[in-house]
């Protein structure tokens, strides 16, 4: 799917749910890491993750799932490359196509299409916040195999929607 053809509403929940600094960041988010380190020393665990979106792209196309010191720095070191090779979009629109979101559905549109049966230009607000609340965890968010859940991070995402005060224009690009 072009990006172009990707709802602004779709976009924006996206971004809310992922990386609100998209736009803003050079592929690595610095005050997400400082925010995820705070939160995780805090918990005394690895609650929070940082990555941006250009970083998940790098993992999803070059990298393994392990969860190693050398791969999160092959990812940044990748992520940065993708950021001066690709435009914001560009990247935004890889994403988008290729994501995992559960159900064998891979990009938002196979998404649309297995969880909605509708096209991505078909979706409603709530749908599109609940494709965009999939990719933190895609079996755990499953809205056919739990609604509850699903549920409340689609309402997680529209919250951060608003807070980042979406509107029909877009604050996201």
């Known amino acids: ?3 172009d053809d990707v709802p602004v509403q779709l976009r924006q929940a996206i971004l809310a749910a992922e990386d609100e600094r998209f736009y803003e960041h050079p592929g690595i988010d610095p005050i997400g890491i400082a925010r995820a380190a705070v939160a995780n020393v805090v918990s005394g665990g690895r609650g929070q ?3 941006t979106i250009t970083m998940q792209v ?6 393994s799932r392990e969860k190693t010191y050398n791969r999160k720095l092959y990812e940044i070191l990748l992520a940065l490359k993708i950021e001066r ?12 196509n290729q994501i995992y979101l559960g159900q064998r559905a891979y990009g938002f ?4 299409r297995t969880y909605f049966g509708k096209t991505l230009k078909e979706l409603t607000l709530p749908e599109s916040a609940m494709l965009a609340g999939l990719p933190k965890a895609p079996s755990a968010y499953n809205p056919t195999a739990n609604l509850r859940r699903a549920t409340i991070r689609q309402q997680s995402v529209l919250r951060r929607m ?12």
Request: charge should be neutral; aromatic fraction near 10%.
């Open 49 to 51: 993750g940082a990555s």
């Open 162 to 173: 608003v807070a980042a005060a979406c509107t029909d224009e877009g604050t996201y690009r």
């Open 109 to 112: 549109s196979t998404a649309a």
């Open 58 to 63: 790098a993992r999803n196309f070059f990298l």
């Open 1 to 3: 799917v072009r990006i």
């Open 85 to 96: 090779s690709l435009g914001k979009d560009q990247i935004l629109e890889l994403y988008i």
